[in-house]
């Protein structure tokens, strides 16, 4: 088929690495997390469950993008994810609130979302078994105000769960949420770079104010010392990549005036 699909249970063909990151829930942002996910809940003295935040802003910081899965579990299996239209509406809304909320605040284009369906077996795609699309939208309910900063069920999820209550399976997906790589030369990202001389990507601060970078296939959180540090190495390396440039056009310039 030409239209891109996961199959069900099987093992995505890529790991968790320095670009990709897998999650079997969609809880964007900390406040979507449940109380009895997190550490000192009944005296749990450690999280089950992490942001997908901190991963999104683990990408951003590197300055060299990434994807993050949702619906793929920590094995690499495709589980997917049930959701309706209104459930993805909420997610969109979800990812652009939590990237307004970083500091400094991210740019719709440096980021973006695919929904990609998850079928039962390699033969039901084969067959082109059609994927369950959304039935009955209705504009006026999709313009409702959704519940968002809230682990609890919002709207769009109650009315899932009727639907599923009355024999309505809801369709599901791997949602994939890519940091795009920093470019320099892009025009929008002019205001955005730090460094009057080298454009180089900026650092943000999360939603509860920390700043996550990726290594290998871990979200670590860095101080404002090692902050500093990565920093003063990285406009190193800027310029003195741009210092062996000049190098080599001046060269070039002598080369050809000795010619002349």
């Known amino acids: 088929m030409s239209r891109r699909y996961y199959v069900r249970n099987h093992i995505v063909p890529f790991e968790e690495d320095f670009t990709h990151e897998f999650k079997g829930h969609r809880n964007i942002c900390v406040e979507d997390l449940p109380p009895w996910t997190q550490a000192n809940h009944e005296k749990s003295d450690r999280a089950s469950r ?16 990434g994807k993050v899965y949702l619906g793929v579990v920590d094995s690499g299996e495709a589980k997917g994810l049930p959701l309706t239209r209104y459930q993805k509406d909420h997610l969109l809304l979800t990812l652009v609130d939590v990237m307004g909320r970083y500091n400094p605040p991210v740019k719709k284009h440096r980021y973006s979302v695919k ?11 084969y067959i082109g078994k059609d994927f369950r699309e959304d039935m009955n939208i209705d504009p006026k309910l999709q313009l409702q105000q959704h519940n968002l900063r809230n682990y609890e069920y919002c709207w769009c999820d109650k009315d899932a769960a009727m639907q599923f209550n009355a024999g309505i399976m809801a369709q599901d997906y791997i949602v994939e949420i890519k ?8 025009p929008f990202n002019k205001d955005d770079g730090c460094g009057s ?38 406009v190193r390396e800027s310029c003195h990549g741009m210092i062996t440039k000049l190098k080599r056009e001046i060269k070039t310039l002598q080369q050809q005036k000795m010619k002349d």
């Not at 992490?50 to 993008?65: D, E, M, Y």
């Not at 929904?115 to 795609?125: G, H, T």
């Open 179 to 186: 940091i795009k790589p920093w470019d320099p030369d892009n």
């Open 197 to 234: 001389i080298v454009n180089i990507h900026p650092i943000h601060e999360n939603e509860e104010g920390l700043c996550f970078f990726r290594r290998q296939a871990s979200v670590i959180q860095y101080t404002m010392a090692e902050l500093a540090q990565l920093t003063r190495q990285e």
């Open 50 to 65: 992490r942001a997908v935040s901190r991963a999104l802003n683990a990408f951003l910081n590197t300055g060299h993008g």
């Open 115 to 125: 929904f990609v369906p998850v079928c039962d077996s390699e033969e039901d795609a």
